[in-house]
């Protein structure tokens, strides 16, 4: 690909690579995905009977997945859960640091964004049904992480953590997945009239 314009979307693309190549492109992408995440867990709604919010930052994490192709994205959510525990206060309500119990979730961010991420390469971000399906998988792979986590961390037990730290986000979920079942196929029908 040349580093001087950007190419029509091919098969094996992710919506990243239709920007003109170079390593200052790949650090801006990663730095920008990060930072994407972390505005994206400052919207937070606490919810009641459980000690995780309702945040912006799975929504964030599974589009920079997507978006930048599994090595960037890994890389990108790398960044954002290193530097929070570093101290920077991106983490869900202006937090920092590894001790939170929600911590979990930020870990299964960074999985999930690699696995949303090979998926898109391979197309799945192209379509409807095929977005869904990877959204949700992105989200199984947070909760698969996340919600042990919670128990572990908080001494609850597992149908209590299933019941704190899962069942009150499903319905959120499915909206993010219908979002990005508009978002990410509409971004390559605009790509491809290019």
Known sequence: MSTATATLARPGQVLADLLPASRVRDVALVVGGAALTGLAAQISVPVPGSPVPV?????????????????????????????????????????AGSGAVSFGYVLGMVLAS????????????????????TMLLGEAIIYAIGVPYLAFATGMSASAAI??????????????????MGLLPTAWKFADKR
């Open 55 to 95: 945040t912006g930052q799975t929504f964030a994490a599974l589009l920079v997945g997507t978006s930048l192709g599994a090595g960037r994205g890994f890389l990108a959510l790398a960044l954002y859960a290193l530097a929070g525990v570093a101290g920077v206060p991106w983490f869900a309500d202006g937090s």
């Open 114 to 133: 690699a696995v949303v991420g090979a998926l898109a390469r391979r197309g799945a971000d192209r379509s409807m049904l095929r977005t869904a399906g």
């Open 163 to 180: 019941a704190a730290g899962l069942t009150p986000f499903l319905i959120g979920d499915a909206l993010k997945a219908a979002l990005a």
